[in-house]
């Protein structure tokens, strides 16, 4: 059952496996008993172990299922021996996670994948909810969780395959970027390279900055919203202040980069000022309407850009960037299009409750978007909702005690970098609207001063930052936004190659419609095609474009 991965196999690798049924295979009846004898491991609780089938590309492999107690359920996606690669991968999770995630595209192409629900079920207590009263939640979801993960999935993956993984992966986007920074900082020695996307390592601060976001929206009856209530009703249903705020930065800031596609490449390089380009489209008389901002609303759109701050003024997270703008009409501002309810309610409106303070401070309501609810602080458990948060309490020290289960902000990466000798790649959208970048370029830059002493290049042999122009939370948005994560990784630890771009496609029904080459930061792509030609969608492919 033994299997050596064999020299010059390393490459050919990385290739995805198609998918056609010739390369279906099912289980022998020996391979199908040694997946089945892991049910029996004597050093893990193991709930269950059999032989699936691999939805991405018809392949059998052995799907194991267990519980690291008292409460983290895991599970192990391990390919028959012959269609192992010989590595492992920790697959990272998002939200408040809860469930088990799937990998079956890594598994198809020979990876021994393993996840956890992050030590609660998100069914039975939805949102933040587990972390009411119970500090043990706590932990497993700050960090326990992902590493117990890792030395589970590796003993297992050394059972089934007789033989330790060659190599051993973190892949994350959002939570599971916080979880690989946390494993860079805390676990140091668990894998050989992480690949990060987007993450939410300012973990306290960013829901705090979320909520205040949140409470500036939906105030005095939406009285700052950037949305506008047409009909009357008392609801706000139109978004055209969000259009207009978006079309106008747009003039200023696209082709900052010679380049008119609807991306913005380096958003802190345009200036766009809200006093100075929105001063023709305040609201005569400071009277509200649908085509024009109030006095309050241009305070809300420079508090979007600005990020939030306390009562003194004293910065808590980084601001939004110019090209999130379209994101914020689904995640913070209430209108017919998101149904009233803002997206980042789902996310944020019950972490203050449960996962913010110490001391807990109550039960979150049923409905969060109810503002004009009057809760009950005597009841047992008492009532608390997210819009009697004071942001002070971030300054205040409030939540320093869960930061420190929490946050992964120690930029000090020596133990991984240097003395494990592993690798790191970072990536964030320049347009993310649920986490914004300016916390991640932030990071990088203390961690080559922290680790590095600042120096840059020999920082960049160990870990690397892509700031992708247009691309949302983990994905999506108008700029070119997909290309294999961890490939890149895999070639950079295996082979010495390290990445000297990232190549970004974004499709248009089943059609590339843009290309661009993403180099490290602070590098950007530059286009150096034909003469007169940069706004024709035909010429951006990745060769017309140079490092800058």
């Known amino acids: 059952?033994?299997?050596?991965?064999?020299?010059?196999?390393?490459?050919?690798?990385?290739?995805?496996?198609?998918?056609?049924p010739a390369f279906a295979q099912a289980a022998t009846p020996d391979e199908r008993a040694d997946c089945e004898a892991l049910?029996?491991?004597?050093?893990?609780?193991?709930?269950?172990?059999?032989?699936?089938?691999?939805?991405?590309?018809?392949?059998?492999?052995?799907?194991?299922?267990?519980?690291?107690?008292?409460?983290?359920?895991?599970?192990?996606?391990?390919?028959?021996?012959?269609?192992?690669?010989?590595?492992?991968?920790?697959?990272?999770?998002?939200?408040?996670?809860?469930?088990?995630?799937?990998?079956?595209?890594r598994v198809a192409e020979g990876y021994a994948v393993a996840n956890s629900n992050m030590g609660h079920d998100n069914a039975a207590e939805p949102g933040s909810s587990f972390g009411w009263n119970n500090l043990q939640a706590e932990i497993d979801f700050g960090h326990r969780a992902v590493h117990l993960t890792a030395e589970a999935g590796k003993a297992l993956t050394r059972a089934y395959y007789g033989q330790e993984p060659e190599y051993s992966y973190f892949e994350g986007c959002s939570t599971g970027g916080r979880e690989g920074l946390m494993e860079a900082q805390r676990y140091p020695y668990d894998f050989d390279g992480i690949v990060a996307g987007a993450p939410a390592h300012l973990y306290q601060e960013l829901n705090a900055s979320r909520t205040w976001l949140l409470q500036n929206m939906y105030r005095d009856d939406f009285a700052g919203s950037l949305s506008f209530d047409t009909d009357g009703d008392g609801l706000p249903d139109s978004v055209r202040k969000v259009e207009m705020l978006e079309r106008l930065v747009l003039e200023k800031c696209d082709a900052a980069d010679g380049i008119r596609d609807g991306v913005i490449d380096n958003p802190p390089a345009c200036d766009f000022d809200p006093d100075r380009d929105l001063a023709a489209m305040m609201c005569p008389n400071d009277v509200?309407?649908?085509?024009?901002?109030?006095?309050?609303?241009l305070q809300h759109v420079k508090d979007f850009y600005s990020g939030a701050y306390d009562s003194g003024g004293r910065s808590i997270y980084p601001g939004h960037t110019l090209g999130s703008e379209d994101q914020w009409i689904s995640l913070y501002i209430p209108n017919a299009r998101n149904r009233y309810r803002a997206?980042?309610?789902?996310?944020?409106?019950?972490?203050?409750?449960?996962?913010?303070?110490?001391?807990?401070?109550?039960?979150?309501?049923?409905?969060?978007?109810?503002?004009?609810?009057?809760?009950?602080?005597?009841?047992?458990?008492?009532?608390?909702?997210?819009?009697?948060?004071?942001?002070?309490?971030?300054?205040?020290?409030?939540?320093?005690?869960?930061?420190?289960?929490?946050?992964?902000?120690?930029?000090?990466?020596?133990?991984?970098?240097?003395?494990?000798?592993?690798?790191?790649?970072?990536?964030?959208?320049?347009?993310?609207?649920?986490?914004?970048?300016?916390?991640?370029?932030?990071?990088?830059?203390?961690?080559?001063?922290?680790?590095f002493g600042g120096d840059l290049p020999a920082a960049q042999d160990h870990a690397r930052l892509f700031m992708i122009p247009g691309m949302g939370h983990c994905g999506g948005g108008p700029?070119?936004?997909?290309?294999?994560?961890?490939?890149?990784?895999?070639?950079?630890?295996?082979?010495?190659?390290?990445?000297?771009?990232?190549?970004?496609?974004?499709?248009s029904g089943g059609v590339v419609a843009n290309e661009r080459p993403i180099f490290p930061y602070p590098a950007q792509a530059v286009y150096?095609?034909?003469?007169?030609?940069?706004?024709?969608?035909?010429?951006?492919?990745?060769?017309?474009?140079?490092?800058r």
């Open 288 to 297: 509200n309407g649908d085509a024009c901002f109030t006095r309050l609303q």
């Open 1 to 20: 059952m033994t299997r050596t991965l064999l020299p010059g196999l390393v490459t050919a690798l990385l290739v995805t496996v198609t998918g056609s």
């Open 479 to 507: 700029g070119p936004n997909s290309w294999d994560k961890l490939a890149p990784l895999v070639e950079w630890v295996e082979r010495g190659n390290a990445p000297d771009a990232l190549i970004a496609t974004r499709s």
């Open 39 to 105: 049910g029996h491991f004597r050093s893990l609780t193991i709930v269950s172990a059999s032989i699936r089938e691999n939805p991405n590309d018809g392949s059998a492999y052995c799907y194991v299922r267990g519980i690291l107690p008292p409460a983290i359920g895991f599970h192990v996606q391990l390919p028959l021996p012959d269609a192992w690669n010989g590595r492992f991968l920790k697959w990272g999770d998002g939200g408040k996670d809860g469930d088990l995630d799937y990998a079956d595209h």
């Open 343 to 451: 997206g980042a309610l789902g996310v944020t409106a019950d972490h203050l409750n449960y996962l913010f303070y110490e001391t807990d401070p109550g039960v979150a309501p049923p409905d969060l978007n109810d503002v004009t609810q009057v809760l009950d602080p005597t009841r047992n458990p008492p009532e608390w909702a997210w819009w009697q948060f004071d942001i002070d309490d971030v300054t205040r020290g409030e939540g320093d005690f869960m930061k420190a289960i929490t946050d992964a902000n120690d930029p000090d990466l020596s133990r991984m970098l240097l003395d494990r000798g592993a690798k790191l790649i970072l990536y964030h959208g320049w347009s993310d609207g649920l986490i914004v970048p300016g916390g991640t370029v932030d990071y990088y830059d203390r961690m080559v001063h922290t680790t």
């Open 528 to 547: 150096t095609g034909p003469v007169g030609g940069q706004d024709d969608p035909a010429n951006w492919v990745a060769g017309n474009f140079s490092r």
